[in-house]
């Protein structure tokens, strides 16, 4: 890509398993860049340092590194404005917090966050949106001083007008406008120093000359704060457009709760990288049915931003299933195949670490895909009579997967020594014997009582796919207890 032409941006946040949604926000800045000569870059907005982790963040170029998309900036790339990691940004956003406040667009705040919860519940009890209630908004410079000096943690928050609305147009809504009421006085620069995401993104969006921001309709509602800041800056606004979030049939949000949202999910079952963004791309382009088999190259003549459906883009697992059949059948030479299969089985070691795992446990080759296919497997087959064997109840088999589900989610590392950790803990928690919680588990990733180690196994299929097997067999075992089995 060229340096002519607009300048757009991914922004993911490093705070867990890439989202297919975040793929789906990149292919379009992606393609935006591509079809008019631009230029397309990686950020990685890792203000939140209590989530963010630098596993997740290689989690995340590997990702977008494997549906095929390639960048021109980024932090692994480098770049005339970077650095492009906020967090060794940091430095560069302390002037204009300062700035903010001496033109008088900002003001320090000393409420703790008790004061801020309490103020909250008040809000909520009495039926109003929580939002700031300006009580810091009209301190004198002396006492602000003097708190400061006597070692008071600060926040800086930004000022909102209190009559007449923000309007601006929207590259997919249209022209839109929210009442400056219904705005916050947002936190800009947190007590630790480091920026909110409000905040640093606006910065350096201005400073890597962003032309075009493209990102999901969930911040439709912040683009007042955002535009505020460009004004009190005086800076150029970049065009916004905010795209339809993806939803599941029903309509709901596309959420992890529901289906399997991470793109190492889909890698791990062996979808296509170019079929899954054939099949996002396709929320982008008009195409007569019959014509929808699309490589990254016919996507992008067939783009058309100005055009965008604000309906929502329906993320139709089917559809994706058909797509990637299609893909497999039509698009790979046999040599292609054999080759994208033994890179897919080889994907995180599975295959030769399954195998090494699998050595002790068999008297002849062949009992090894019924031993360790489970690796490679799709789906297991669960059923109500492949936990029937337990000594558990089915009460107590279901109090086990939800809670090692929930438990699961909230480890920032994924290895054996990390997971078996998490599951003793768990055990504790439950008062149960870890030798009475794993079982459940082992039918639960495996499909069978007699499997691999059950820590080694769950570190090879990934998080991803191990919460999925979890949501699925916590759902088989629901319907026991329903039914009374």
């Known amino acids: 890509m060229t340096t002519t032409g607009p300048r757009v941006r991914i922004a993911p946040s490093p705070t867990g398993e890439p989202h297919v949604g975040t793929a789906y926000i990149a292919l379009f800045n992606y393609l935006f860049a591509k079809k008019h000569g631009g230029t397309f870059i990686l950020r990685i907005e890792d203000t939140d340092a209590t989530r963010s982790t630098l596993e997740f963040e290689q989690k995340v170029l590997d990702a977008l590194k494997w549906t095929g998309l390639s960048w021109s900036e980024g932090p692994d790339v480098g770049g005339p404005y970077g650095p492009y990691r906020q967090s060794d940004r940091k430095a560069m956003y ?34 109003k949106p929580p939002k700031y209630d300006g009580l810091c908004l009209n301190l004198k410079a002396e006492e602000v001083t003097s708190r400061m000096a006597a070692g008071e943690a600060t926040v800086i928050r930004m000022k909102i007008p209190t009559d007449g609305n923000c309007e601006f147009h929207d590259g997919v809504y249209g022209d839109v406008s929210i009442p400056w009421d219904s705005v916050d006085m947002q936190v800009l620069i947190k007590a630790d120093g480091m920026p909110t995401y409000h905040m640093a993104n606006v910065i350096d969006d201005h400073l890597m000359k962003i032309t075009h921001v493209a990102r999901g309709e969930e911040w439709l509602a912040s683009v007042p704060k955002h535009i505020l800041l460009y004004r009190y800056f005086g800076w150029e606004q970049p065009v916004f457009m905010h795209l339809s979030l993806m939803r599941n049939a029903d309509k709901s949000k596309l959420s992890k709760r529901k289906n399997p949202t991470s793109i190492s999910y889909y890698s791990a079952l ?72 033994l890179e897919w089985a080889s994907e995180n070691s599975r295959l030769t670490e399954g195998l090494k795992l699998s050595q002790s446990r068999i008297s002849k080759l062949g009992e090894l895909p019924g031993l360790a296919g489970f690796l490679l497997s799709s789906d297991v087959g669960l059923t109500p009579a492949s936990f029937a064997g337990l000594k558990t109840t089915p009460a107590e088999t279901l109090e086990i997967l939800q809670t090692v589900q929930a438990d699961l989610e909230k480890m920032i590392e994924w290895n054996v020594e990390s997971i078996d950790a998490e599951l003793r803990a768990i055990s504790d928690k439950l008062g149960k014997k870890l030798r009475v919680v794993t079982p459940p588990l082992f039918v639960a990733v495996s499909g069978s009582s007699r499997s691999l180690p059950l820590f080694d196994s769950m570190a090879l299929l990934g998080r991803s796919v191990v919460r999925q097997r979890l949501k699925i067999a916590a759902t088989v075992v629901a319907s026991m207890v329903g039914s009374g089995t």
């Open 270 to 341: 062996g979808y296509l990288p170019e079929a899954l963004m054939n099949f996002l791309g396709l929320f982008f382009v008009q195409i007569p049915e019959g014509e929808e088999m699309l490589t990254m190259d016919e996507l992008t003549e067939k783009f058309d931003p100005d055009n965008l459906s604000k309906a929502g883009a329906i993320f139709d697992i089917q559809k994706l299933d058909w797509l990637n059949g299609r893909w497999i059948r039509e698009k790979l030479s046999p040599e292609d195949f054999i080759a994208r299969t």
């Open 94 to 127: 302390q002037p204009y917090g300062q700035e903010l406040l001496d033109k008088g667009h900002a003001f320090r705040c000393f409420c703790t966050p008790e004061r801020l919860e309490q103020m909250r519940e008040a809000q909520r009890a009495a039926g």
